[in-house]
């Protein structure tokens, strides 16, 4: 699916249960960013992570896409 930044979203299924995801947004010129990189657990360890992300790295190549990154949030701690 076609996402409105000029990315791409991948939705993985099993049996019409979704087990993965993972899509690809326009973060700047020449810049893509992974968003939504997902995989059940249960699916993990079958390669559905390697493929979903094989597969938004193609699309972010054939883009043009000079670099990509993964921003990821970083856990909240409490004060100690």
Do not use: K, N
Not at 40 to 69: K, M, T
Request: include cysteine; glycine fraction near 12%; charge should be negative.
């Amino acid at each position: 699916a076609a996402a409105p930044e000029g990315g791409r979203l991948w939705l993985a299924e099993d049996e019409g249960r979704l087990v993965g995801c993972i899509a690809m947004v326009r973060a700047g010129p020449g810049e893509m960013q992974l968003r939504w990189y997902l995989v059940d657990p249960s699916q993990r360890g079958r390669g559905l992570g390697r493929r979903l992300l094989e597969e938004a790295l193609a699309f972010a190549r054939a883009e043009g896409a000079e670099a990509v990154f993964l921003a990821a949030p970083v856990p909240l701690l409490p004060d100690l």
